[in-house]
T-cell receptor, first 116, second 113 residues
């Protein structure tokens, strides 16, 4: 149980285009979802926290107009990278927690974004 | 801001014990975690410890917490080739389900035959 999927696994896009990444909790209701970003050989950096039906809370330095997060249902959150540029190339990882799982986040396998 | 530090690499012989160390700076850290990341897979929670505990043991894994020194360690007994992975230390104030985690850069555990 407690499986989180992400789609796509990897994506290559042209500079200036927008890319949407989906994060789904497959077998539980995710009241809270988190989006992280991981650069090569670096730690995961929290980008934003979203609760179902509410606006996402962004970490300092993360542009909310560039990284649009939607958490419209208890099993789906999306991250849209708008007007992507090469510096947005990274590994994006989502995680999800439920109201009953107070101490644990379940992580997706990540999405590799490459912007040309 | 919060900071979590780990050494980047650890090399051990198969069958030996591995000890991965981590230090953190946030005195309000309440929950401390160890995650395992294998290539192509999502982070897997190995274990976690509350800040009011000194030690937690789970089969081959032993976590030691020195809250005074803000030092956390993960000991893996009888290290096997399947333990080869990147191990991340992470901390949270509210609990991992409620707020985002602050991660270290990860320690790459290399197993020598």
């Amino acid at each position: 149980g407690a499986v989180v999927s992400q789609h796509p696994s990897w994506v290559i896009c042209k500079s200036g285009t927008s890319v949407k990444i989906e994060c789904r909790s497959l077998d539980f209701q995710a009241t809270t979802m988190f989006w992280y970003r991981q650069f090569p050989k670096q730690s995961l950096m929290l980008m934003a926290t979203s609760n179902e039906g509410s606006k996402a809370t962004y970490e300092q330095g993360v542009e909310k107009d560039k990284f649009l997060i939607n958490h419209a249902s208890l099993t789906l959150s999306t991250l849209t990278v708008t007007s992507a540029h090469p510096e947005d190339s990274s590994f994006y990882i989502c995680s999800a927690s439920s109201a009953s799982g107070k101490h644990e986040q379940f992580f997706g396998p990540g999405t590799r974004l490459t912007v040309l | 801001g919060e900071d979590v530090e780990q050494s980047l690499f650890l090399s051990v012989r198969e069958g030996d014990s591995s000890v991965i160390n981590c230090t953190y700076t946030d005195s309000s850290s309440t929950y401390l975690y160890w995650y395992k990341q294998e290539p192509g897979a999502g982070l897997q929670l190995l274990t976690y410890i509350f800040s009011n505990m000194d030690m937690k043991q789970d089969q081959r894994l032993t976590v030691l917490l020195n809250k005074k020194d803000k030092h956390l360690s993960l000991r893996i007994a009888d290290t096997q080739t399947g333990d080869s992975a990147i191990y991340f230390c992470a901390e949270s104030t509210l609990g991992g389900g409620a707020d985002g985690l602050t991660f270290g850069k990860g320690t790459h555990l290399i197993i020598q035959p």
